[in-house]
């Protein structure tokens, strides 16, 4: 979808905590440049 949240998904620098584990954590972590 064309949303706000996609754009900073796929253009920001973003991570989700514990993503390696493999629990596919819903909640994501930006920086702001």
Avoid: C, M, Q
């Amino acid at each position: 979808p064309n949303s706000e949240i996609r754009y900073i998904i796929d253009h920001k620098r973003v991570f989700r905590l514990k993503e390696d584990l493999g629990t596919e954590p819903k909640f994501y972590y930006f920086f702001e440049s």
